[in-house]
């Protein structure tokens, strides 16, 4: 299916060389009519390597930048060439293409779609999970919105917020842009049921202690420092 508007896929990178060509053969292969932007954010394994090999698009950064810095790249990019629509799209295969057509089909009503894993099925006990519960329920005192799945990287922005992500301070793609976009931008946000696998190689940049304190980072600025952007 072609989607309806013009739309650019934002795959940020960090040591996926064990995952890359997976995740990118399979949108050329399977997903053609979508466009694609690796950025490689200073990668010290092969990464880069492979993209220049396969002649994959992608923009080198020369350090890490992490994750802000390398969603920012991407988002200039879609704002400089008018995309109308921005989806991040994890490198490391958590995140199922066969999702994307509802993201995007979503974007005629709204400003952000998020792909989420707690629409209909319900949130597992963890600790984790009490942690993205804490974040929906700042969102939800400071927004008058709930969030099912506030955590999911796995969002599309319209044309309006390309544009506000582009140039905004500091505006990376976490729980907390989400709450101030909606506030101060009025940001119109909704969810869509997705899946998304487990990671099969490489090694995530949270471990359990990481993934604890920043869902307290987060609630904390969602709360708070939100305020004062």
Sequence with gaps: MRPTI???????????????????DELISDYPSYDYLIVNDGSRDGTAEICRKRGYRFLDLPI???LAGAFQAGIKYAQRNAYDCAIQ???????????LD?????????????????????????????GNNIVSDMIRLTCGKRINDPTSGMRAYNASMIKELAFGPNLGPEPDTLAYLMRKRH???AEVQVSMEERIAGTSYLDFTGSILYML????????????R
């Design 89 to 99: 799209f994890d490198a490391d295969g958590q995140h199922r293409p066969e999702y």
């Design 102 to 130: 509802a993201l995007v089909s979503a974007m005629s009503d709204n400003d952000i779609v998020i792909g989420s894993r707690f629409v209909t099925e319900a949130k597992p006990k963890s600790m984790r999970m009490l």
């Design 64 to 66: 890490n930048l992490g």
């Design 217 to 228: 980072r987060m609630a904390c600025s969602v709360l708070f420092i939100q305020f004062f």
């Design 6 to 24: 013009k739309t650019l896929l934002i795959i940020p990178a960090y040591n996926e060389a064990e995952n890359i060509e997976r995740v990118v």
């Design 187 to 189: 940001a119109r946000v």
